[in-house]
């Protein structure tokens, strides 16, 4: 059964930045997409970034291109989520999640496996 490990999030201020890191188990990580999503109080689901197995093609919102990194390392089945320039707008919980192919990688309903999230604030 494949888990999903968030860590990283944290109260920063804006301007500030934070890595958040998403430890996979239960599944073969090198095969999978990785995607990273936020959702904000009283808000729906949003994409943030993903990238594919092997961190060739990457895909970002447009509120965090510029900002944000996805990267992951397949030796540590482990993805990271690079946050620059914290807007208190970024203020969610920010939730990994892992699929098997590359298509659709922008839509949470393609995405099978995820994490409990980690909260990440930022204050004005």
């Known amino acids: 059964q494949a888990q999903l490990v968030e860590s990283g999030g944290g109260s920063v201020q804006a301007g500030g930045s934070l890595r958040l890191s998403c430890v996979v188990s239960?599944?073969?990580?090198?095969?999978?997409?990785m995607g990273w999503f936020r959702q904000a109080p009283g808000k729906d689901r949003e994409f943030v970034a993903a990238?594919?197995?092997?961190?060739?093609?990457?895909d970002y919102s447009d509120s965090v291109k510029g900002r944000f990194t996805i990267s992951r390392d397949n030796t540590k089945n482990t993805a990271y989520l690079q946050m620059t320039n914290l807007k208190p707008e970024d203020t969610a919980t920010y939730f990994c999640?892992?699929?098997?192919?590359?298509?659709?990688?922008?839509?949470?309903?393609?995405?099978?496996?995820w994490g409990q999230g980690t909260q990440v604030t930022v204050s004005s």
């Open positions: 990238s594919t197995w092997n961190g060739g093609n990457t």
């Open positions: 999640a892992a699929k098997r192919n590359s298509v659709q990688m922008a839509k949470g309903e393609a995405y099978n496996s």
């Open positions: 239960g599944l073969s990580f090198n095969w999978h997409s």
